[in-house]
């Protein structure tokens, strides 16, 4: 019946199957047909007839089981989902019943989306373009004041004309148009076929897929369809509509965007269509990725924290002298029998220089004073503290000792024996009650007050010195009320000039238990094996801690893990859900143009937005959290802990990283099943 004009569509013994071979369905038999460019055709039949599958095939949304499609001269039997999806989209315009406007985007965002798909990817000015003609077909279709709201403001017959808009943007050679008025009032309906009436006449080929007969008499060209066969194909005078100008718009003026602005609306527009599924049901997306937050905060928690602790231990063994190896006799050994005695110990004149001399090269050595308890006397007030003894300066820097008032013990105080003492802050507070009278005399109180020591000592001291407050969380809780004085002046009050305890200062680059055991040996070597030494290496104290700390740090992070496994199981879980609720999208996608390639694109996509939004909420909530733990642990221990903002870059990364890596895992399979969704299928689900 068209034999004298160009045929856009050819069709020869087509059939197609739903199912197998025994068990499936023959929807269409032997069909054939050719539609010549610029018909305008209705295909009618009662349901069941085969119709709707003819336009599944016609639309290249199903490929037939036997026979030959041809559209515009190519076989679509030899073409590929890639290739399928470019003729889709640049060849055939879609009007469906339903409309299938997407509910998320603007009506101009949705004229816009065959754009979307368009091989090779549109230049700037090609958008531009396409931006002004999708204001263009709104405004000639009456409904240019609706592009900016959302479908779901617009009745039905304007949602129909920007479906139609939808189809013409990229003006394609066919509009496939199914039940176009079915869900439309009987004005709107004509309406409807006044566009296309007006479209046929402007040289577009109009295929209508109708079971309305007022639908089919407008027409040219009615083909029947019973039980799967064409049972009639007879050409008819249609229904001229007039001239309705409907299409009559006086082109808008095109607004040109800057490359840059193009740019970033091309990368970008991606993430915001994902950014905008995900919003759209907030509450289920908040619990879905509460187990990946979880996850996510617990490994930033332990990692900073852990972290952090470990500068704390450093610092607090730092400060208590943590470089210092002490070495000596070993008392609970020579109590428990065999050995001769008890050591009285290295000369602190005479013995010790040599033992200074043996190992300068490796590190300092100084003697260590018996500490004693003592009764402190000052205009009538007592205070019990110890007394330690100074055999140099280094001493005082070696334990983390800081100066709050007055001056240090000088060298040659050391040395001579003088008089003087620095006391630790509680000891001032203590020996000093708000009563006594040197506060009101002394300006500089403390400084030069008397004490007079009764015990084993039996002296007088001057106090030249006060101690800044020093934690004492791995130290003796009285180190506060510590009295210092030269252990040349401790050892001329008792009478005391040996020590059975040292204290070895590594050089750097000495590893510490090797210094300790050669100090340790010569010690037995200079006894003659009568005496057994023991050393204590606060490195080897730190390093147990540390690797406690790591291991702790470890199996949170483990923990922190599964959770993340977990989320991202449930995350997997509700993508699946999500895909299943949106077939129908999809399948409106695919009829628009869109290849597997991007269906995949945009379903990992949000899974990856997903994770990535609820690893940032974790590592931010992890961060909050750890700047809380660590602002109430300054503000209970502020001379140990100091103030200061907890970040660990490698935790940050770690965490975000693992949330990220987990949207790519466990987005994948469930962008691929919708991939591999039947476009066909798809738009019929329910």
């Known amino acids: 019946m068209t034999a004298d004009k160009e045929h856009i569509i050819e069709i020869s013994d087509l059939s197609f199957r739903y199912g197998d071979e025994v068990n499936g369905f023959l929807a269409l038999r032997d069909i054939n047909l050719t539609i010549a460019k610029g018909e305008y055709v209705a295909i009618m039949g009662p349901s069941g007839s085969g119709k709707s599958t003819l336009m599944n095939l016609l639309g290249t949304l199903a490929t037939a089981s036997s026979g ?51 091989q090779p990817v549109p230049t700037t000015a090609e958008i531009d373009e396409a931006r002004a003609k999708a204001i263009d077909l709104l405004k000639s279709l009456k409904i240019g004041e609706q592009a900016y709201k959302l479908p779901a403001l617009l009745s039905g017959g304007q949602k129909q004309r920007a479906a139609i808009a939808r189809a013409l943007l990229l003006d394609p050679d066919i509009i496939l148009a199914d039940e176009p008025t079915g869900a439309l009032d009987s004005k709107t309906a004509q309406d409807v076929l006044n566009i296309l009436v007006e479209l046929n006449k402007r040289g577009k080929t109009i295929i209508v897929i109708t079971h309305d007969p007022e639908v089919t008499r407008v027409a040219r060209r009615r083909i029947e369809l019973r039980d799967g066969r064409v049972v009639g194909d007879t050409s008819q005078p249609g229904i001229d509509s007039g001239s309705t100008h409907l299409l ?70 730092n400060q208590a002298g943590a470089d ?70 280094n001493e005082f820097f070696d334990e983390g000792l800081k100066l709050d008032r007055g001056r240090l013990i000088s060298p040659r105080e050391l040395q001579s024996g003088a008089r003087v003492a620095l006391v630790g802050s509680e000891f001032a507070e203590g020996m000093f009650p708000p009563q006594y009278p040197g506060r009101l005399t002394n300006p500089r109180f403390p400084l030069g007050e008397i004490l007079s020591i009764r015990g084993k000592l039996f002296t007088h001291v001057t106090i030249v010195g006060v101690l800044k407050k020093r934690d004492t ?12 004085i030269p252990m040349s002046t401790y050892n001329q009050y008792t009478g005391t000039r040996h020590t059975t305890w040292l204290a070895v200062v590594p050089k750097e680059g000495v590893k510490h238990s090797w210094i300790a055991d050669s100090v340790k040996n010569y010690l037995q070597l200079r006894t003659g094996n009568k005496y057994p030494f023991r050393a204590s290496v606060p490195e080897e104290q730190i390093s147990r801690i540390m690797l406690f700390i790591k291991v702790f740090q470890g199996l949170t992070a483990l ?128």
């Open 248 to 317: 009559d718009q006086p082109p808008s003026p095109i607004s040109r965007t800057s490359r840059i602005k193009a740019w970033l609306q091309r990368r970008l527009s991606p993430s915001r269509d994902a950014w905008q599924a995900l919003t759209s049901s907030r509450l289920r997306t908040a619990l879905t990725s509460l187990g990946l937050i979880i996850g996510v905060s617990s490994i930033i928690i332990m990692l900073t924290l852990g972290t952090a602790a470990q500068q704390v231990i450093i610092n607090i063994f």
């Open 68 to 118: 030959t499609l041809r559209l515009s001269g190519e076989h679509i039997e030899d073409l590929n989902e890639e290739k399928l999806a470019s003729h889709r989209n640049r060849s055939i315009g879609f009007v469906f019943q339903q409309f299938h406007l997407l509910p998320r985007l603007t009506i101009l965002e949705n004229v816009l989306l065959p754009l979307t798909y368009r």
């Open 473 to 484: 969380t791995f130290d003796a809780k009285e180190a506060n009320s510590d009295v210092y």
């Open 559 to 686: 923990i922190g893990g599964l959770c993340i496994l977990v989320g991202g199981i449930g995350i997997m879980n509700i993508m699946l859900v999500t895909i299943a609720e949106r077939v129908r999208e999809i399948g409106l996608r695919k009829a628009l143009g869109a290849p597997p390639a991007a269906i995949t694109r945009q379903f990992l996509l949000e899974c990856i937005m997903l994770c990535a939004v609820s690893g940032l909420v974790g590592t931010i909530g992890g961060l909050g959290f750890c700047n809380l733990v660590g602002y109430l642990s300054h503000m209970a221990m502020p001379d140990t802990i100091p103030s200061q903002f907890l970040f660990y870059p490698a935790g940050v990364a770690f965490g975000l990283g693992t949330a990220i890596l987990c949207g790519v895992a466990f987005g994948m399979m469930p962008a691929l099943k919708a991939a591999r969704l039947d476009p066909s299928e798809a738009l019929r689900s329910e």
């Open 324 to 393: 210092r190896i002490y070495v000596g006799l070993d008392y609970r050994k020579v109590r428990s029998g065999g050995f001769a005695g008890f050591w009285q110990g290295l000369d602190v004149d005479n013995d010790f220089p040599e033992l200074q001399n043996t190992f300068s090269e490796y590190g300092r050595i100084v003697p260590l004073g018996n500490n004693s308890s003592q009764k402190f006397y000052a205009a009538g007030n007592q205070f019990d503290a110890r007394v330690q003894p100074l055999y140099s300066l």
